[in-house]
């Protein structure tokens, strides 16, 4: 047994086992973590995504279900997807932005390049 739990075996009320699936994901130092997946999530789903990832990916997918879980309780209804329709409606002011000027600059470019090639062609 660790002498220090983790968040997840803190929270659970549980002893953490040397083996513990949650420890090396959620440290004891940052209990928030585990709290917001574990409210969405619940710790038993967790813990088989965990056990059913090879542990070359479970820190990732650690981070993305905390990441998932913050954003559905920060954005009930929407979650990720809620960020991801603000992100695309970003770009899509940056894209018409970007034409906007990119027109600009031909149509204000557009006549001294005409006239250079007149003047080069005397």
Known sequence: MNSSRCAACKH???RCPSDCIFAPYFPSNNPRRFAYVHKIFGASNVGKILQDLPVSYRG???NTLCYEAYCRIK???Y???GIVDQLNEQLKV???QLATIKAAITTTLQPSYLLDQSLHML
């Open 12 to 14: 659970l009320r549980r």
């Open 60 to 62: 990732e997918a650690a």
């Open 94 to 96: 940056a894209e018409y």
């Open 75 to 77: 954005d009930p209804v």
């Open 79 to 81: 979650g990720c997807a």
